[in-house]
């Protein structure tokens, strides 16, 4: 797979859902709006019709409840949350059904379904639209929360979850991936962690957007200090594989975690509590912890910038890990930054 944007990556996994299985569905808001969930499903209603890609009005947790009785029909519902917020509406039928349903009925019934969130900052999504409740959702079993970074991230993953997986699938999509293009095909993997970036000097643990901004932070670190940063994309926060984990750790005995949401309760926490509690590894410092400031996001665009850890902030931490906190190398400017971004441009 080379040159495909993170977007395509979703639509080429949408239409050969529906193409190649004809019990999937797939329904939610915008779906048949002129936008089609930022362009991801574009085209697909009037090549499959209304009966499989399926408008819903505002009401997220009926249309959960839709996606159970759907599942438990012997469908297989894709459903869309235009943001990943929405998904807190409908938070008692993920977590108290479609978690459940195997677990409470011995086996005989699974609710395999993907629901898809869209998270991420541009132009001024303010507090109910920018959150990230990634490790809410993995508190809880039943639960696969996955977080693709990468166009391959998106085919395998989807791929997996739709034709294999027998239980539901949780995905978080950050916009601001979108239009990033892809052209690395050597991940195999469709529901664990991977090594993106090898190196020897500090491992960064990253997932969703965060991989792309530690992978351009590698890249500069190399350049200006001529240090190999090894970087994990952690993908199913549910099913992070922590012996990969150890692995490099034990190399490098330098961690950066950088966390697409808040660090309290978090994917920060989580990672930490298992380090201490079944690894060995003494590291050479205490960990560098990236994630959003711990306030609502703020609506205005250039506060944006300071609530969101980015490729600078990220290479800051890794000095502190290897320079101490004292260091006085240079970080790439935000100017710099936003020269190697690609702001989201709709379809909004």
Not at 63 to 90: C, E, H, K, N, W
Not at 148 to 173: C, H, M, R, W
Not at 309 to 327: E, L
Request: proline fraction near 5%; hydrophobic fraction near 40%.
């Amino acid at each position: 797979m080379t040159n495909i944007t993170y977007r395509e990556a979703i639509y080429k996994s949408m239409k050969d859902a529906l193409r190649n299985n004809d019990s999937t569905i797939i329904m939610g808001q915008g779906v048949s709006d002129p936008t089609r969930v930022f362009g991801t499903v574009d085209g697909l209603l009037e090549q499959f019709g209304a009966s499989r890609v399926i408008e819903m009005p505002i009401i997220e947790e009926t249309q959960t409840g839709f996606s159970v009785g759907a599942s438990l029909a012997g469908l297989y519902p894709i459903q869309t949350f235009l943001r990943v917020d929405f998904m807190l509406v409908a938070f008692s039928q993920i977590v108290n059904s479609i978690a459940k349903m195997k677990y409470m009925y011995g086996g005989e019934f699974s609710a395999p379904m993907l629901l898809r969130g869209v998270v991420g900052r541009s132009w001024g999504q303010g507090p109910q639209h920018s959150q990230c409740p990634a490790s809410a959702f993995a508190h809880f079993p039943g639960l696969q929360v996955i977080m693709p970074a990468t166009s391959q991230d998106v085919i395998n993953s989807y791929k997996y979850a739709i034709n294999n997986f027998k239980g539901p699938v949780l995905s978080i999509e950050h916009r601001l991936l979108y239009d990033y293009s892809f052209n690395e095909a050597n991940n195999e993997n469709a529901f664990t962690s991977y090594t993106i970036r090898e190196g020897d000097t500090v491992t960064i643990l990253a997932a969703s957007n965060m991989v792309q901004e530690s992978l351009k932070a590698a890249t500069w670190i190399k350049e200006k200090q001529n240090i190999e940063i090894e970087v994990i994309n952690l993908l199913n926060i549910s099913n992070i594989d922590y012996d990969l984990i150890f692995k490099s750790l034990k190399k490098t005995q330098r961690l950066v975690i950088a966390d697409p949401g808040w660090k309290e309760f978090g994917i920060t926490a989580e990672i930490s509590r298992r380090i201490l509690s079944e690894n060995s590894v003494e590291l050479k410092s205490t960990p560098s912890f990236l994630a959003f400031a711990p306030t609502p996001c703020p609506t205005s665009h250039a506060l944006e910038d300071d609530f969101y850890p980015s490729m600078a902030t990220i290479v800051n931490a890794v000095y502190n890990q290897v320079y101490g906190v004292s260091h006085k190398h240079d970080v790439p400017s935000l100017d710099y930054c936003k020269t190697l971004a690609k702001e989201f441009k709709g379809p909004f």
